[in-house]
């Protein structure tokens, strides 16, 4: 790792007039040539941050203290961010929500659990160490607290989707801002709560907890008792696809959906994509062919099968996990459609198989 020149942390602020400094001697090449071998964080056209701290929150699960570098352009509570990270020579990249609120040392923390089929989640919670750079997309997403406040707010949460409500729920501590905020998150355990402690100590919060090997699953119904005037609040809500799914009828029903917010870290699907046949995929690039089940991402279903494959968020928003289709049939699973048009961008991470495929990867 490259020492940095200063003791004093250097803020994206202090490294963009660093920079626009670096620019007028540098001219014909780019400052960012020279500042980026002094500091990878000082560096524009390669965005980076640098693990400063790893904390572990609870099983399986740890939060990432990453100081952003130069060309960081902050975030908003509840956004997500795309990180690059170099396993084995080969950079992976995934969508974490960030878990803080903009802080004055322009430090962010991401907070990851490692799923069993996690392969880069369990390498950020298990074996990076503080030192190391990893890459850093621009914060996104739409999930975010609107102004002005509202007067009472319900979050509804399940295991890592506190992730990106935490964010908010400190925003509004570090504000001292004081809405009626009810959090109602479930989890298997007390013990498997993610910043179970902070939110129990978190002033000002009516937190309920459903722990459901003990309490049994939390259902829309649960929420008359536990929250009696949901419906006259702003809600966000976040976690697995099927309580967002019954949760989003729930509020439709009282014909208050308007008032429902809610991220997802996997695609909606559409009801029966997954009753296709699904067939032999060839990835022409990488050499690589496997069996795929017609609800199984290429994405999924390629990596599975040691293919290297490019991915972004993997919920087909940004773009990055595309390839040309060369010759079979695709279900674009959050639609249903199925089409088998040659030549045609398939988003591997929302596409299965409806038969053999070769696609151009």
């Not at 803020?11 to 090449?29: E, K, Y």
């Not at 008359?224 to 419906?231: F, I, M, R």
């Not at 009828?249 to 014909?255: F, L, M, P, T, V």
């Not at 009801?271 to 017609?294: M, P, Y």
Request: net charge neutral; proline share 8%; glycine share 12%.
């Amino acid at each position: 790792m490259t020492p940095a020149l200063s003791a004093r942390p250097a803020g994206p602020g202090r490294g963009r007039r660093i920079a626009a400094a670096a620019r007028l001697l540098t001219t014909p090449l780019l400052p960012e040539d020279y500042l980026g071998l002094l500091n990878p964080l000082w560096s524009a056209a390669d965005p980076r941050g640098r693990v400063e701290a790893v904390r572990h929150e609870a099983p399986a699960a740890a939060t990432l203290l990453i100081r952003p570098g130069t060309a960081w352009r902050g975030h908003r509570p509840g956004q997500w961010v795309k990180i690059g990270v170099d396993i084995g020579g080969v950079r992976h990249w995934r969508t974490f929500s960030l878990s803080s609120p903009p802080r004055p040392d322009g430090r962010i923390t991401i907070t990851v659990k490692a799923g069993p089929d996690g392969f880069v989640s369990a390498h950020l919670v298990n074996r990076i160490r503080p030192g190391a750079i990893v890459r850093l997309g621009e914060a996104d997403g739409d999930f975010t607290l609107p102004s002005p406040l509202p007067s009472r707010l319900l979050f509804v949460t399940a295991g890592s989707g506190i992730t990106p409500v935490m964010a908010m729920l400190r925003h509004l501590a570090a504000a001292g801002e004081a809405p009626d905020v009810v959090l109602v998150h479930s989890d298997r355990h007390a013990g498997d709560v993610i910043f179970g402690g902070e939110l129990r100590r978190m002033p000002g919060l009516r937190l309920h907890e459903r722990h459901t090997s003990a309490d049994g699953r939390l259902t829309p119904s649960d929420l008359a008792e536990l929250c009696p005037d949901w419906t006259e609040r702003d809600a966000w809500a976040c976690g697995p696809s099927g309580m967002l799914d019954d949760l989003a009828a729930h509020w439709r029903a009282e014909g208050t959906e308007d008032r429902l917010r809610v991220e997802r870290f996997r695609p909606a699907l559409a009801a029966g994509t997954g009753d296709g046949e699904g067939g032999r995929v060839r990835f022409t690039e990488s050499g690589v062919e496997t069996d795929a089940d017609g609800s199984t991402p290429l994405l999924d279903a390629g990596e599975r099968a040691g293919a290297l494959l490019p991915s972004g968020c993997r919920m087909g928003i940004c773009h990055s996990c595309v390839g040309r289709l060369r010759s079979g049939r695709v279900r674009d699973l959050r639609t249903g459609e199925v089409h088998g048009e040659e030549g045609r961008i398939v988003q591997t991470c929302v596409s299965a198989a409806a038969g053999p495929v070769d696609i151009e990867l």
